[in-house]
């Protein structure tokens, strides 16, 4: 059974921090594709950057050069590094994989406000 577990979310100022992470079980995690997406209050899950089995990195124009997407395959994690934060950076942040099937996390909050 696939199970995506996210942690890290919180309320920061803008110009803050936050390092997410996903943790995976039920995959081969180093042959995995993990996607980070943003779901704004109101608005549809938007992706916000992914990271292949080899390394490959993609990123929204929105958030290049302000977050880092990283995995670790020992510890079956997946990071996304979050700075230099700002108020339309807020939402619930979901990681997803498909591994047959699509398979979503339960999602972290994050706020960002002054």
């Known amino acids: 059974q696939v199970q995506l577990v996210e942690s890290g979310g919180g309320s920061v100022q803008p110009g803050g921090s936050l390092r997410l992470s996903c943790a995976a079980s039920g995959v081969i995690f180093r042959l995995t594709t993990i996607e980070w997406y943003c779901q704004a209050p109101g608005k549809q899950r938007e992706l916000v950057a992914s990271i292949a089995s080899d390394g490959n990195t993609y990123y929204a124009d929105s958030v290049k050069g302000r977050f880092t997407i990283s995995r670790d395959n020992a510890k079956i994690t997946v990071y996304l590094e979050m700075n230099s934060l700002k108020p339309e950076d807020t939402g619930v942040y979901y990681c997803?994989?498909?591994?047959?099937?699509?398979?979503w996390g339960q999602g972290t909050q994050v706020l960002v406000s002054s």
């Open positions: 997803r994989t498909r591994w047959g099937l699509v398979h």
